[in-house]
């Protein structure tokens, strides 16, 4: 159902508003805005702690949505493979002689078992089971099987490894349960038009953490996708961000997106810092990218200032010519959610992407995972995808070797409060939750598209 009216919107300059005083004019996707008012009813609390629902979940959704799998660069020469796994859906992707990446389901067409373990990468030269060696090419035709003159009722030809929907783009692979998947480029629009910019095929993951997490997954990416929470749990990026003036777009069902003007402050702020501070207070990062002293000149923003020297810098360290890049692409976030489970973040001060799936097959419990994507040097070879580093629940993002400590803090303070909102879940008397309408649209929307996927009639597989 769709609502007449826009949402109300704060008074206090807009995002759109802020970036029209840069030096450069905005590109054209960032002068896009898509409000939408999806309704205002209470979220039941249940949604993140039912194991009826998780269940609905796990044979109605996630067996039939596209979701990133690994990175081509995690895969990149044949034979190589990756495990990608979904609560106790299993996929194993394989990169065959012919250089193609295919998906087969990770179970075997003997006795089931799993041809590697969830999680796992490496390389084979044929897909062989443990247990009794039944063998497949890497393009899933079946090669072997011992002593088969006790099989003369498995034939080749019905013993293909099952395959499921496999699509590459921006060098990310992506996969879905479904092996009649609509085509991806469909499922994820407008997203490949609004990157077209950001060449995210020319990245490398340059770190990569995993963090498990007590709550469900949809608590843990409904945490990331609302500014909302900033001015209490992260009161230190007032100085550097706008908060109230986030924008929220919603497009479809599939894809939103928040826009978070930075090099300047909050309006809740009073009096406001100068330039010159907003300058300052953004290099207490990370100062090995960015240098020490950087002086505002006459008539300069720090939006201006901070573009043009991160734009001289990162280009340095990572050997790219950022020149082509505006003021916005260069230091805003604008983060966007493909549903089910991935965050994008295109620009180039944090270029992320994040992504959330249930740990192991729980409602309860979640793996929350964020790598860093830097352009990969032109011309030069391409570095190995960064090995993931592991956190538990109470080790701390600071503690991460090559994360920038300011980062890591902010994140600290994200995940600190999931293990309280998901016993505060058991703990209401309140059958739900009260959203904003428009800072909070995108937790709305979450809602909304999942009811789409569990209202089919039949699951997908
Ligand atoms: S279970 Fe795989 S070969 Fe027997
Ligand atoms: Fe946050």
């Not at 996929?91 to 990770?106: A, C, E, P």
């Amino acid at each position: 159902m769709k609502y007449p009216q826009p949402p109300a919107r704060s008074a206090t300059p807009s995002a759109q508003e802020l970036v029209h005083n840069d030096g450069r004019p905005v590109p054209a996707v960032f002068e896009l805005e898509s409000p939408q008012f999806l309704g205002d009813e209470d979220i039941p609390f249940e949604r993140y702690t039912s194991e009826a629902f998780y269940e609905l979940e796990m044979e109605r959704m996630w067996t039939c949505t596209w979701q990133w799998a690994c990175r081509e660069e995690h895969i990149p020469e044949p034979g190589d493979f990756y495990v990608y796994e979904i609560g106790r859906h299993s996929v194993l992707i394989v990169r065959g002689n012919d250089s193609r990446i295919r998906g087969f389901v990770n179970s075997c067409l003997h006795r089931g078992t799993k041809f590697r373990s969830g999680g796992s990468d490496g390389g084979f030269d044929e897909i062989r089971c443990p247990f009794h060696g039944w063998t497949w090419d890497l393009d899933g035709g079946l090669k072997r099987v011992p002593y088969d003159w006790d099989a003369p009722h498995v034939s080749q030809r019905d013993f293909s490894l099952p395959r499921v929907s496999l699509e590459c783009w921006g060098g990310f692979v992506f996969v879905n349960l479904d092996p009649d998947a609509p085509p991806l480029s469909a499922y994820m629009a407008p997203m490949p038009e609004h990157m077209e910019n950001f060449d995210l095929a020319g990245r490398f993951v340059e770190l990569h953490i995993e963090k498990e997490l007590h709550c469900n997954w949809k608590a843990a990416k409904e945490a990331f996708i609302e500014n909302y929470h900033t001015q209490e749990t992260h009161p230190q990026l007032l100085y550097g961000s706008d908060d109230e003036g986030t924008q929220y777009d919603v497009f479809n069902d599939h894809v939103s997106r928040f826009f978070c003007a930075f090099g300047v402050s909050s309006p809740s702020i009073d009096p406001p810092p100068t330039e010159q501070e907003l300058v300052d207070m953004m290099l207490v990062g990370d100062r090995s990218v960015l240098g020490d002293t950087v002086i505002v000149g006459e008539g300069e923003s720090a939006r201006i200032v901070m573009a043009r020297v991160l734009r001289a810098q990162l280009g340095e360290k990572y050997q790219v010519d950022l020149s082509r890049f505006t003021d916005t692409e260069m230091i805003d976030v604008s983060q966007y959610s493909l549903f089910p489970n991935m965050l994008l973040f295109p620009q180039l001060s944090l270029p992320m992407v994040y992504r959330f799936r249930p740990l192991g097959d729980a409602a309860d419990r979640t793996l929350f995972e964020l790598l860093i994507l830097r352009p990969a040097p032109e011309g030069g070879p391409r570095p190995p995808a960064a090995r993931p580093v592991r956190l538990t629940e109470r080790e701390s993002f600071t503690t991460v070797a090559g994360f920038d400590p300011v980062l890591g803090e902010v994140y600290d303070q994200d995940t600190g409060n999931l293990r309280a909102q998901q016993e505060g879940f058991l703990a209401a008397r309140k059958p739900g939750e009260t959203l904003l309408n428009y800072q909070e649209v995108r937790v709305r929307l979450l809602h909304q598209t999942l009811d789409r996927y569990l209202r089919a009639s039949e699951p997908a597989l």
